[in-house]
């Protein structure tokens, strides 16, 4: 290191005072050009795009909150359905995790009473929650009443839902 600083110390010395300007100037000039480089247009650029995911993020979760507001006032089964077809609601969840690929992403289902279940998943596709559920209300009569559904990453949220049967 030492070294260094005597060859840069002995080639300043050696150039002139006009040389030396010169090479002050380019210094003056290259740092903050550097600097910004180096730390501000990186900076800059991530906010860009975390701004754009975070609008992204906002319109997907006012999608799931007006389809979720669709499933709420959308009737129960309207004899589509008979009641002999119709599963107790922690079975209903799993076969309809499987039909719709979400088994992967159910992470717990807990029963809550004799006709109510809650479940959680993780990183689940928004769309095949939404699917899901719709169609656990028109087979199995499985009603939502209470969830929490936050986005995970663009498509997919992390949820936990409370759903009961209209069954007695």
């Not at 002995?10 to 550097?34: C, E, I, N």
């Not at 004799?114 to 087979?139: D, I, T, W, Y």
């Amino acid at each position: 290191m030492n070294e260094l600083v005597l060859k840069f110390s002995t080639w300043w010395r050696s150039l002139g005072a006009r040389d030396q300007g010169v090479a002050l100037l380019g210094l003056a000039l290259a740092v903050p050009m550097l600097a910004y480089l180096a730390i501000w247009q990186p900076i800059s650029s991530a906010q860009s795009k975390a701004l754009v995911a975070e609008r992204a993020m906002a319109q997907q979760l006012d999608e799931v909150r007006q389809l979720a507001a669709q499933l709420r006032t959308r009737p129960a089964t309207s004899g589509a359905a008979s009641s002999t077809q119709r599963l107790a609601p922690l079975p209903a969840i799993e076969a309809a995790a499987r039909e719709f690929a979400l088994s992967g992403a159910l992470k717990r289902r807990e029963a809550e009473g004799s006709n109510g279940v809650r479940v959680v998943f993780e990183s689940v596709s928004a769309e095949g929650l939404l699917r899901m559920l719709e169609s656990l209300a028109l087979k199995h009569g499985l009603q939502v009443t209470a969830a929490q559904i936050d986005p995970a990453s663009p498509g997919r949220v992390n949820a936990q839902i409370s759903l009961k049967s209209d069954a007695s």
